[in-house]
């Protein structure tokens, strides 16, 4: 049984009790629950009881005005990212650029339509949704997958240096074959925590990158060549990893993109990876490189077991597909990395089916470069 969800709590900051009632009505047919302060100090002594959703608030008040209020509720730790949007006279336009300088989220002018104004809070209100449910995401991720992927390489590594210790103290020594195979262990689960580190610092640059504002929304970029060369060496850890070195195909001609300044190296091999993770040994994965005039993409394929209409529909950052049935390992972030780094750069990513045939075949579609 779901719990209904309580409608969202507005407070109105207003002197003017006419344009207070008028406000309170327009707010309340729209299904919001609505609470009222006459200026900014009483604002300020309900907020803890209150605890709105959405501050709308007049600026010319007597005691507190809109603008000493909107200073204090930034420095609330409780309230600062409390959406809050100050209504002005359009005679005032100074009010709207005071308010906009010290935090406001948006501004309406007075009088107002009613649907401009439920407008404005719904824009808002959908945005404060959005990052909630994202910071939501990361704290999933944070919580419970981060530490699952870390602690299985960790507890290899662990495992392995206690038998060596019991080994040593009681005096017995490991065969030139039991080094190797111990080696070996460590070796990969040593491999696996650096790229659970990789990914981790690709999404948080990405992450940062794309909160940075440009004008036309693509991040700063730089020219780069890949070769043949260039793929076989991003692509060599993965495939050592999974000892397919005979299955790796590489088809290219020389090709310059214009891409973010970290994480194509890392990306690539993440594609890989996944192609690897979904098929078997023997099984051909195919990395080429298909030009147009524009653009230069990346194509990752591989002949596996591929993916249903209802996962390709989901694929998202942190997400790993019919894990309980195949206990794949990996955060399941490279589909999303990819994502996130060619929508930064100005280009796209795909994954489909191959058709016909089986398995995926993931395309990083990127800007080309001159030369």
């Given at each position: ?8 709590t507005?407070l ?20 919001y ?6 200026d900014?100090q009483?604002?300020l ?5 209150v ?10 008040m007597?005691r ?22 100050i ?14 300088s ?10 107002y ?22 910071l ?25 240096a ?8 009681s ?16 070796g ?9 580190a990789?990914?981790?610092a690709l ?12 004008p036309?929304?693509v991040a700063k970029l ?10 076989r ?16 195909e590489?088809?290219c ?6 891409v973010?300044?970290?994480?194509l190296?890392r990306?690539?091999a ?10 078997l ?21 591989d002949?596996?077991r ?9 694929f998202g950052?942190?997400?790993q597909f019919?894990?309980e ?16 780094f060619a ?11 191959n ?17």
């Open positions: 049984m779901t719990t209904p969800q309580l409608p969202s507005i109105v900051v207003e002197d003017d009790p006419l344009i207070r009632e008028i406000t309170e009505d327009t707010l309340r047919s729209a299904g629950r609505v609470v009222s302060a006459q900014g009483e604002a002594e309900a907020l803890p009881r605890r709105p959703d959405l501050i709308l608030s007049d600026v010319r007597p507190c005005d809109g603008f000493e209020l909107l200073r204090r509720v930034r420095r609330d730790h409780d309230h600062r990212t409390t959406p809050f949007i209504m002005s006279a359009k005679a005032e336009s100074s009010d709207q650029r005071m308010g906009m010290l935090g406001a989220d948006d501004y309406v002018l007075k009088p339509l009613p649907v401009d104004l439920l407008k404005t809070i719904e824009v808002r209100m959908a945005r404060v949704a959005l990052v909630n449910d994202r939501s995401h990361q704290q999933r991720f944070l919580t419970r997958v981060l530490p699952h992927e870390l602690r299985t390489p960790l507890s290899g590594i662990i495992g392995y206690d038998l060596m210790v019991l080994l040593g103290e005096g017995d020594t490991l065969t030139a074959k039991e080094l190797v195979d111990y080696g070996q262990n460590i990969r689960s040593g491999q696996r925590l650096l790229g659970v990789k990914n981790f999404w948080a640059w990405l992450e940062s990158a794309k909160n940075e504002p440009t036309d929304g730089r020219k780069t060549q890949i070769t043949t060369e260039v793929l060496r991003w692509c060599e850890d993965s495939v050592a990893q999974y000892g397919r070195a005979d299955d790796l590489i088809a001609q020389v090709a310059t993109v214009m973010p300044e970290e994480g190296e990306v690539i993440n594609l890989v990876e996944n192609a690897l993770k979904f098929s040994p023997g099984e051909r994965v195919l990395v080429k490189i298909v030009e147009s005039a524009q653009t230069c993409e990346i194509q990752v394929t002949y596996g591929g993916m249903s209409e209802e996962d390709l529909a989901k950052v942190m997400r019919n894990r049935k195949y206990e794949q390992q990996g955060l399941g972030m490279g589909l999303a990395l990819a994502q996130n929508r930064l750069g100005g280009g796209d990513f795909t994954l489909v089916r058709v016909p045939g089986p398995g995926m075949t993931a395309g990083l579609k990127l800007v080309r470069g001159a030369g």
